[in-house]
């Protein structure tokens, strides 16, 4: 996750660069249920309106929770499928507030309502996101279901009424990236406490139109759109918070955006990016799905690492016997192409591995979704250019 507002306070505030902080444990990304009431376009669970087999039944989510727990896991984020869906949801948060972990919901927000909203209220959800995939009728063609936008556009003001932090959670595409703009108007009107933009785990169209393609050219906007806005909400002093994630070249992209802007706090920014790092896939960030499969992150779901119910989570997390495992923790990780040439690899860190090995059916090749130029990463050889 990239902490868009985070870095513009020290673009405008710079605090002495500090020492870096690792994290006790993975933050863990826990679909707890594959069932959703939708079928949305670009659910990488690929849900359905139906039961799942094998999936972990209660007790075996807590005997999961107590290893998390004493492993150092620090945040839980509750997710499907559905987790609304799911009968013991309100067991499983409020026992993971009470062990002290940050407790985050992820859900679609058409199933909050008058019925449940006191239930969701007194769990004490740190962080509540629903996903909005647009304006209505772009939001309910993306959803498969007419009506779904109101629903969770209902279900985010409940909430907020209620004083429970919640974000829009946007992925881009093709088909919706022009209503950007309306949904950050949106997030002002319903008095939004965060934005988190998702990139779609997009394969790239090779490294000779990097500069006229149409949906790179996009992401370039979209996220100067979003750096203008995280500026000025902080200089009109709102707690507002905007972030990325699966794309960890925004890093860098930013830190060209600053070089425009505010030239004086380049070697800043590039230090505190570079202590960032990019992507912690498979470190800092590990994904439980329903059935108690481990993975690097939710967009590994075709990748297992072993399964809670046989292995404890804190023993597969650290098994570096697998290469996967092995490489992802290397530090630094050795990735080849546009990636290993890099002059910024120390900021993005190689980018998202499960699209180069989709692509390429090697996990350690350039990443196709890096949208900057050849000239913007470092890389001016002729020879470069040319493949």
């Known amino acids: 996750m990239f902490r868009i507002t985070q870095f513009m306070q020290e673009v405008l505030d710079p605090k002495p660069l500090g020492p870096k902080r690792n ?57 499907g499928g559905e987790p609304l869906m799911r009968p013991d949801i309100f067991d499983i ?13 992820s859900t679609n927000g058409t199933l909050i309502d008058e019925n449940n909203i006191e239930r969701i209220a007194a769990v004490g959800f740190d962080y509540l996101g629903i996903s909005i995939d647009g304006m209505e009728q772009t939001h309910d063609k993306f959803r498969r279901k007419v009506g779904s936008y109101r629903a969770s556009l209902h279900g985010l003001r409940l909430c907020r009424d209620r004083n429970i932090k919640v974000g829009l959670r946007f992925t881009m595409t093709q088909d919706n990236a022009a209503e950007l703009p309306q949904l950050l108007e949106l997030m002002d009107a319903e008095q939004v406490d965060k934005f988190y933009f998702s990139h779609l785990n997009y394969a790239g169209r090779g490294n000779k139109n990097r500069e006229t393609d149409a949906f790179l050219r996009t992401t370039r906007w979209a996220m100067e759109l979003l750096f203008e806005r995280a500026l000025a909400d902080i200089k009109r002093g709102k707690k507002t918070e905007f972030v990325t994630g699966n794309n960890d070249a925004d890093g860098v992209f930013l830190l060209h955006w600053v070089a425009r802007h505010y030239p004086q706090q380049v070697e800043h920014i590039r230090a505190k990016l570079a202590q960032w790092g990019g992507n912690s896939s498979g470190v800092n960030i590990a994904n439980i799905d329903n059935q108690g499969n481990v993975h690097p992150d939710t967009m590994w779901w075709h990748y297992n690492l072993g399964n809670v119910k046989a292995r404890p989570f804190s023993e597969i997390w650290q098994d570096t016997s697998d290469p996967i495992m092995a490489g992802l923790k290397a530090s630094p990780r050795k990735v080849g192409g546009r990636c290993g040439e890099c002059a910024y690899f120390d900021i993005c860190g190689g980018n998202t591995r499960v699209r180069a090995l989709q692509l390429t059916n090697d996990a350690w090749a350039e990443d196709p979704a890096c949208y900057l130029t050849d000239e913007e990463i470092g890389i001016t050889r002729p020879a470069a250019a040319e493949r």
Request: positive net charge; proline residues 7%; aromatic residues 10%.
């Open 23 to 79: 994290p006790p444990g993975p933050v863990v990304i826990w679909n707890l249920i594959r069932r959703c009431n939708l079928t949305c376009k670009h659910c990488y669970a690929i849900s359905a309106d139906k039961d799942f087999p094998n999936e972990l039944n209660t007790n075996q989510v807590f005997g999961v929770m107590d290893d998390l727990k004493q492993f150092g896991v620090p945040v839980l984020i509750l997710s």
């Open 93 to 105: 948060a409020h026992r993971a507030k009470a062990m002290g972990f940050y407790t985050a919901l």
